[in-house]
């Protein structure tokens, strides 16, 4: 049986026998243990805005780009929860660093190791015999970049999914602290963001690490490996915030760590999939429409710089002439998704006072319409820009640059919603059903990585059923936003994000 907590009521017990009243967690706390969430999302920041176009210089055709992302979230599907379930059954007695706290920081540790690997995939992909003519396809570098890019993503999920947690943990599922602790969350993931997308958008780190520049790695590439080195330095800092300046919680979730006897020790899988048979109606809409909203975000990451590239400054990392319009394009591109960090952040500052005044369910609905409505007017930019002539420099005009810079820069608002109001609603719902905050977080991310695969194995195929470009996939993804937009607002109205608190008479 679990440990009782002390009686701290009154009595007949002696003044010095009772145990005070367990202190809260003071807010900085909060926002150290958060500051991890920057050095994962500034190396999350290059992957998003490099990646794409990296592997196509690699020779993997655009209609097969998306595949390679298929990694990821095939392996955040058990990783995130495994780690999550493992982390909820560790105590203080087999832990002394607490039961997050070590896998965050092996969490960072296997990102350092995977960037390194993605970066220098091109030179390692040399070693095992590649071809390093212009439009070749490097095999070798290839697989090197898959295993990385999978451990990448292994990274990522094992450390995000406990770092959530152990906010959760530290807040002690108070609903307003929760709300507060995830939104310094998103404020560090908009801080690493903007980090990220500026370092992406400028094309001279080579200078700074000139030894990146190789016979198989040129320029666009040495910058990728520079950035990347660049990721593992603010990595390594702000995990060491995270871990070595905050403690766990004690005083919360001490008896849901205790071990099960060996009679009651579950298989993880059954443990994660029966915990559905528990799920009341409004855990159900969080998870639908936490997996409308990210079939959007997913369509949109995949393809927003390569959506730059190509249809905004008619580039292509295929053909050599028009290599450098590409990365132009991609370094613009990269450029607006900085401008979308900063709005991520400003909305992250003002998210608590949203939720207060609209209801969460009614915020997150309000932004997945105006996720839709950009989507929509990335289409309608992409018609505009075909059916215009560039002129002899075959630079595009500058209102559709300014255009295609508004609507990335207005879609830091609702990005900011993506990235707080679902967990702070899965953390309170999930915890009332008497599961781990661990588990909590593995489930939602069941419904961000089932679209995603769902995303990486139709979005390229669907691409080139109509032709290639990125506009069908734009289609599909202001489709899904507009209806995860009126499940949330019809479904989750002025949702409350926390248990109900119990009165006491007087």
Not at 32 to 42: E, I, K, N, P, T
Request: with cysteine; proline share 6%; charged share 10%.
């Amino acid at each position: 049986m679990p440990p009782r907590r002390p009686n701290t009521g009154g009595g007949g017990g002696t003044s010095s026998s009772a145990a005070p009243a367990p202190r809260k967690v003071p807010l900085r706390s909060l926002l150290r243990a958060a500051s991890v969430a920057c050095g994962v999302q500034f190396g999350w920041a290059l992957q998003l805005s490099l990646l794409t176009p990296y592997v196509q210089e690699l020779g993997i055709p655009h209609a097969f780009a998306s595949l390679v992302w298929l990694c990821g979230p095939l392996s955040g599907l058990l990783v995130q929860p495994l780690v999550g379930h493992l982390s909820d059954r560790i105590t203080p007695a087999n832990s002394p660093l607490g039961r997050r706290r070590p896998f965050i920081a092996a969490g960072a540790a296997s990102i350092a190791f995977a960037v390194l690997t993605v970066g220098f995939s091109a030179d390692l992909g040399r070693l095992f015999g590649d071809n390093v003519v212009p439009g070749s396809t490097r095999i070798g570098a290839i697989i090197v970049y898959l295993v990385g890019f999978w451990l990448l993503d292994v990274g990522n999920n094992a450390t995000q999914g406990p770092c959530r947690a152990f906010l959760a943990d530290l807040t002690e599922n108070d609903p307003r602290r929760t709300r507060i602790a995830n939104a310094y969350f998103s404020l560090f993931m908009a801080l690493g963001n903007i980090l990220g997308y500026a370092t992406g958008a400028y094309n001279g780190w080579y200078k700074i690490f000139p030894f990146t520049i190789t016979g198989s790695c040129g320029v666009s590439c040495a910058n990728l490996n520079s950035a990347f080195l660049l990721d593992i330095i603010i990595l390594a800092i702000t995990t060491y915030i995270s871990v070595a300046t905050v403690q766990d919680n004690p005083t919360f979730g001490s008896d849901e760590a205790a071990p099960p006897s060996s009679h009651e020790e579950e298989a993880f899988l059954f443990e994660l999939f029966g915990s559905f048979k528990y799920f009341t109606m409004p855990v159900w809409m969080v998870l639908i429409v936490t997996s409308l909203t990210w079939v959007g975000w997913f369509l949109f990451i995949l393809f927003d710089t390569d959506w730059m590239g190509r249809e905004i400054y008619r580039g292509s990392p295929e053909i050599v002439a028009d290599t450098q319009k590409y990365h132009d394009g991609v370094r613009m591109g990269s450029f607006g998704l900085m401008l979308n960090s900063v709005v991520l952040g400003i909305t992250s500052i003002g998210m608590e006072k949203l939720c207060r005044k609209w209801g969460a369910g009614l915020v997150w609905g309000v932004s997945n319409i105006i996720m839709a409505l950009c989507f929509v007017a990335m289409l309608i930019i992409t018609y505009v820009a075909q059916n215009l002539d560039y002129g002899p420099s075959g630079a595009p005009p500058t209102g559709i640059v300014a255009a295609s810079l508004i609507v990335f820069t207005i879609l830091g608002a609702p990005l900011s919603i993506t990235y707080s109001i679902p967990y702070a609603m899965a953390a309170s719902r999930v915890e009332n059903l008497g599961l781990g905050q661990g588990l909590a977080m593995g489930i939602l991310n069941l419904s961000i990585v089932i679209p995603q695969i769902i995303v990486s194995l139709g979005s390229g195929p669907w691409d080139q059923l109509f032709g290639g470009g990125n506009a069908p996939s734009f289609w599909v993804a202001a489709a899904a936003s507009f209806v995860g937009g009126l499940v949330a607002i019809l479904g989750l109205p002025r949702a409350r994000l926390g248990p109900k608190k119990k009165t006491t008479q007087r």
